[in-house]
Nanobody, 123 residues
Framework: QVDLVESGGGLVQAGGSLRLSCAAS????????MGWFRQAPGKEREWVAG????????YYADSVKGRFTISRDNTKNTVYLQMNNLKPEDAAVYYC????????????????WGQGTQVTVSS
């Protein structure tokens, strides 16, 4: 069992930055590939970024490539999502998720989820 808790969301102006954190308890995150997803009102949950277990491969959705950076600190059992140059279309509830195998973009392939943190971007 892995319990995930996201933090760091909030209100930011377009062009601004936020850093989301996802802290895990119950099991070391080093055994899991991690992903960040987001869900805006009325839309499906969307994969944003992923990082593998060994922390040497990262992947991004085209919509955030070059603006978002996913990283992890396995010693702190925490995964981060640095979001720069935020746009109004980035506004959503952001979720972190863990799975035992490699990176995946489909939400149904993840085993554990956090409760989400709201990101609001004003234009």
């Amino acid at each position: 069992q892995v319990d995930l808790v996201e933090s760091g969301g909030g209100l930011v102006q377009a062009g601004g930055s936020l850093r989301l954190s996802c802290a895990a308890s119950g099991r070391t995150l080093g055994n899991n590939a991690m992903g960040w997803f987001r869900q805006a009102p009325g839309k499906e949950r969307e994969w944003v970024a992923g990082i593998n277990r060994s922390n040497d491969n990262t992947y991004y959705a085209d919509s955030v490539k070059g603006r978002f950076t996913i990283s992890r600190d396995n010693t702190k059992n925490t995964v981060y999502l640095q979001m720069n140059n935020l746009k109004p279309e980035d506004a959503a509830v952001y979720y972190c998720a863990a799975r035992s195998w490699g990176i995946a973009t489909a939400a149904l392939k993840y085993d554990y989820w956090g409760q989400g943190t709201q990101v609001t971007v004003s234009s």
